[in-house]
């Protein structure tokens, strides 16, 4: 008996139909099976193979036809199956997702259990609308996108604060929630320190040296880089800190962030000297200029994390910057320079400030730049100037390995720094594709008797896919120095060239105790102490991380309305909202 | 999310310039093609399968991404400096745009030398073996003959069925030393319009019987020899081959 499956407007190369017809010939209870486009002339040719049937020949050219002669009616589903699977991309590629997909709000609402939690990556333009709409439907925003008009940023958060929900982000590219990774995180162990970050990479540096170090994260909260500009007022970081204040399983707080407008800075240290719990503080790129009691104020990424661990075991916090010694060079007097290029933007600022505030060269203000002077230069190849039209320097070799060239030829440099922040969202094997390129300059270098140091970093856990210690010892291989920190790797670049960075001496001062209302609602806890159920709307890689580590999501394969014409969809915005809060 | 667009054809390009709408008719590992409302085509995708007249050449990684949010049926607003969809853009503004290669007629003979050091007998055990195409080709330049390229056209597997392979390496061959009867390239141009074939295929076709060859193609003509041919037969997973066979069946007719 022959059965016919006809597959609309469906494509494949050539290769994957003969592979196709060839396995489901060998399906046990499949007398002959055949997958073709269905043009006339193959019609001809099923026909010609006695797989003609009167089915086929409602078929179009553009679709794919397969004919199968088989006595088991019941085989038909299996073949079915076996062809949506190999039309999908291949076994295990796909099919992989328990998530179940909707694509409308009712539907993702209807399918998740519980949602708590939005995770929201479609662009920018739309972003903002969907975060609302998530709001109103008494859901937790996560928004990866970024682009968002900062006006929008402070309505949406305003808003989700009245409710008592929280907005990570916009361009918050890393979290972890329950020790649920978000967009681009590691994983790590959880524990008792809550970090709270407006920088992505600067979460993912302190949370993987916190867990190297033994102890743990169970919430990271990310707030967007824009959280703590005088507009939107600190919402989102204020309002993490006094969940995490609350959350009884949080020993220590660890709060990261760029230097913020003043009046913030004091809004966001008034909160801290209301809590009880030890604080780790790290305003990233000014030094700090004095320690208090109950707030460790830090100068570096790896420092903020040794404090929030040493607090986090009840030790009084000492830290003790390391450099790596040892390494034999020779360089010729023309040979000043660090040259940096980094794929994590925080690192990139954290390399800068260090070369600043030791080196003592005049900055030369560039866009393209951290940080540049005559002899040093450090470039963060995340930054939207490289990205315009290029994956993420964490996803794209091509760009670091250009300048891993240029740069190796340059007469002036002396130290190149490299990051590879790895996890979630990253690049499968960032050190292999890196390596041949370490490995030619160094050899190179070697071979005109030139001294050349590559040092490089690994941001990472064991525990994440691509393997810490694997990636570490590809390069190593290829001929780099491997540095445990961001901030080992700096002081050794500059240790290199005969400076030393100086670790800030703090006198203790002493404030009043702050008299922030410290109350958190209900939701901000439960959204912090339990695994989210999340509802995904963009990419739909961000669901993989989540299922892996057991939470629920549901898939929004999300569609603009009155068909993608911004203005109207702002209309109907309007119009679904209005009726909404006022029937 | 932007992205961007290395190298842009001259073909793909003037189709953006005259629609502003355009829609995704298939999506495949290493690319996807867009249609307008006649069925005109722009492929989308890396390199792999080399350069085309009507391509645009973006790498893997903004396939990968872009696989991601494309769905078939998905409307994109175009023009010349980007492709709009609602999850990214495709910016053109920095692809270089690569001018097809016109057909060089001066080292025919060369061509037919290099082609001679390849072995087709494979072919003969199928559809294709060369007989029927040598029937087909000879009746090619025989005006009275009834339309022989019928058997041809859609015959065979995958993206561009192997018969439509071998017709562009036909019209190739025609290209540098014209032989076909007028009447059969009315009626191949006419035909392939029926939906007999699939949209991509019908596109090459298209393109090759106004003389517009893939830059694989038209190398082999620039510099005949091992190096050109075997770069086409990487082409596809038979494309390449398919049409080489077409070429060296036309060149080494009776």
Redesign the interface.
Known sequence: MLYTIIKE???????V??LLSQKLSAMDGVNKASV??G????K??FKGADLGTPELETA???DIVIVVDTDDESKVDEVNDAVDTELA?GSGSDDSAKSQEAHNWNRALELANNPNMALIS??GT?AAMEAENALHNGLHVFMFSDNVPKEDEVRLKQLAHDKGLLVMGPDCGTGIIHSVPLAFTNTVAEGDIGVVGASGTGIQEVTTIIDRLGKGVTNAIGTGGRDLSTEVGAITMLDSIKALNQDPKVKVITVISKPPAKEVQEKVENLLRSIDKPVVALFLGAKPEYQEAGIYHAYTLEETAVASVQLSNGEEVKFTPSSIEGIEVDFEPEQKGIKAYYSGGTLASEAAMMIKHTMNEEEIKDEGFTYKSESHEVIDLGDDMYT????HPM??PEKRIEKLETSADSEDTAVIMLDNVIGYGSHADMASELAPTIKRITDKAASEERSLVVLATVVGTDKDAQGYDKQRQILKDAGAVICDTNDQMVRTAIELIGGKVAQPELEVKSFDKGTEDLSVDDKMMSLISNNPSVINI????FTEAVENSGAEVVQF?W??VA??DEKLMKVLQFLNNYEGENV | MIYEASAIGEIALSLLKNNQRMRVHSIFTNGFNIVNDNNDLIFIGTDKNGYFPFGITINKYTMHHIRESLQTGDLLKTDTGAINHHDFMLNLKHAETFIYNKVSTQNTAAVKHAVKHYDFSDYNSGDFSSDILSRIITDLGNSEAAFPLGYLVGRGQGLTPSGDDMITGILYVHCLEPFIAGKHLETLSSYIRENVTTIVSESFIRLALDGIFSRRITDIGDSPGTDSMDALLELGSSSGRDTLYGIYMTLNRR
């Open positions: 407007n469906t494509y494949q190369d050539s290769i139909l003969m073709m486009m043009t006339p002339a193959n001809d040719i179009s050219a553009n991309g479609i662009p739309y315009q039209g290029k994956p996803i794209d963009g990419l739909k890689s394969n569609r603009p068909g993608g």
